[in-house]
């Protein structure tokens, strides 16, 4: 069996120059965002979401993008969890973006707030039905005897929504992330990576390079 402290892989796909990239880190990640569409990556979207108690415990997960703007960065969950707790006790998070196919590492870190609740409904209404009864039927994060619990839950939703419009939960709905600085990773080769951070200065965005 080979040793893990031998695995390794040289990254030598790309590079990145503070001079080229965007002006904001909006335009960057638009940029990153579509060179990993247009790479077929699988589950894209799929991010870590870093967040910690007000005593500094961390806690991390993963999440999927549902969107983005100039604003922030959008996602999804039950207000109830592990991590809807940690964040209205402690609203600030971390995002990471890892795209292996393009040698590529996004991390974001700002503060955190609800969207608003026209938003959260716009949004569970376009989720498949199964996905709308699960956010009903599950107590996220709590301790639950068996799973027959759930499957009981669901099976109850689902005959008493029968041809009815599902309702958003109020415990359900979006979150974004307010960017306060970005960080663009691009692998290189012998572990000199190109490091490119964009940090919010006096309402102003300040593009840095750091060392690997």
């Given at each position: 069996?080979?040793s893990?402290?031998?695995?390794?892989?040289?990254?030598?796909?790309?590079?990145?120059?503070e001079?080229d990239?965007?002006?904001?880190?909006i335009?960057?990640?638009?940029?990153?965002w579509?060179?990993?569409?247009?790479?077929?990556?699988?589950?894209?979207?799929a991010m870590?979401?870093?967040t910690?108690?007000?005593a500094g415990k961390p806690d991390a997960?993963i999440v999927?993008l549902k969107?983005?703007?100039d604003?922030g960065?959008v996602?999804?969950?039950n207000y109830?969890?592990?991590?809807?707790?940690?964040?209205a006790a402690?609203?600030?998070a971390?995002?990471?973006?890892?795209?292996?196919?393009l040698e590529?590492q996004?991390?974001?870190e700002g503060s955190?707030e609800?969207?608003n609740?026209?938003d959260?409904?716009?949004?569970?209404?376009?989720r498949p039905?199964?996905s709308?009864?699960g956010a009903w039927?599950?107590?996220?994060?709590?301790?639950?005897?068996n799973r027959?619990?759930?499957e009981?839950?669901v099976?109850?939703?689902?005959i008493k929504?029968t041809?009815s419009l599902i309702?958003?939960?109020?415990?359900?709905?979006g979150?974004i992330?307010?960017?306060t600085?970005v960080?663009?990773?691009?692998?290189?080769?012998?572990?000199?990576?190109?490091r490119?951070r964009?940090?919010?200065e006096n309402?102003a965005?300040?593009?840095e390079?750091l060392?690997?």
């Amino acid at each position: 069996m080979e040793s893990i402290a031998n695995i390794r892989k040289d990254y030598k796909l790309q590079s990145l120059d503070e001079h080229d990239v965007a002006a904001t880190p909006i335009g960057q990640f638009t940029a990153w965002w579509s060179d990993a569409v247009n790479s077929n990556i699988d589950e894209i979207n799929a991010m870590t979401l870093a967040t910690a108690t007000p005593a500094g415990k961390p806690d991390a997960r993963i999440v999927l993008l549902k969107g983005f703007d100039d604003k922030g960065f959008v996602f999804f969950t039950n207000y109830e969890s592990r991590k809807g707790q940690e964040l209205a006790a402690n609203p600030f998070a971390t995002l990471v973006f890892f795209w292996k196919e393009l040698e590529r590492q996004v991390r974001i870190e700002g503060s955190v707030e609800k969207i608003n609740e026209q938003d959260s409904d716009a949004y569970f209404h376009s989720r498949p039905v199964g996905s709308r009864i699960g956010a009903w039927a599950s107590p996220q994060s709590t301790i639950i005897s068996n799973r027959n619990l759930l499957e009981e839950n669901v099976k109850e939703l689902e005959i008493k929504y029968t041809g009815s419009l599902i309702p958003r939960p109020e415990h359900w709905g979006g979150y974004i992330v307010l960017p306060t600085q970005v960080e663009y990773w691009q692998g290189r080769s012998s572990r000199l990576h190109d490091r490119i951070r964009y940090r919010m200065e006096n309402g102003a965005w300040v593009i840095e390079r750091l060392a690997p």
